[in-house]
């Protein structure tokens, strides 16, 4: 039986959906957060340590949706702490850096951390972050399209600084 509490919360969302942001470090998943959830973009950050979460609340058909949005660290002593979130989440956003070839090569990596830690019908959509920046781009639009067809992942390129396609990402995913 529940408490009166949790009825109480429960009755604050219809759907609880889980997100989690993974990729190399400085790929720009903090600043996506924080454009998608408070519409604030910030030049710098500090690297999150660990994991970090921000909610937000959407209506979506008449019902709301309380999306929570897990943004883990990048650097490889903080993969043992963030391999835990994989299991709960129904849908993982893998960032890469479209001026950094470093951070595209390291796809398969957290891929692979994917397919092992997450469930299997999980949602992947793969995002090349950082679309403003054509003029410094290293991994080709079609390059990263044909990847993302070939291992069965949505694709988008986003701009956190020019909020670009971050709504389109968001609607995909409910």
């Not at 400085?26 to 959830?37: D, E, I, P, S």
Request: glycine share 6%; with cysteine.
């Amino acid at each position: 039986m529940s408490s009166p509490l949790q009825r109480t919360i429960s009755k604050r969302y219809d759907v609880l959906l889980r997100l989690l942001l993974v990729g190399e470090t400085g790929v720009g998943k903090t600043c996506l957060l924080c454009r998608y959830t408070h519409d604030e973009f910030v030049e710098s950050h500090i690297t999150t340590i660990g994991i970090d979460f921000k909610m937000k609340t959407l209506n979506i058909g008449g019902k709301t949706v309380k999306v929570q949005i897990w943004d883990t660290a990048g650097q490889e002593r903080f993969e043992s702490i963030t391999k835990q979130f994989y299991r709960r989440a129904q849908g993982i956003l893998l960032v890469y850096d479209i001026t950094s070839r470093q951070s595209y090569n390291a796809i398969p990596k957290w891929l692979n951390y994917i397919h092992q830690f997450a469930q299997e019908d999980v949602c992947i959509m793969l995002l090349g972050n950082k679309s403003d920046r054509e003029y410094q781009r290293m991994v080709t639009y079609n390059e990263a399209k044909k990847y993302a067809s070939e291992n069965s992942l949505m694709f988008y390129e986003t701009s956190a600084k020019a909020c670009d396609n971050l709504e389109r990402v968001s609607y995909v995913l409910h």
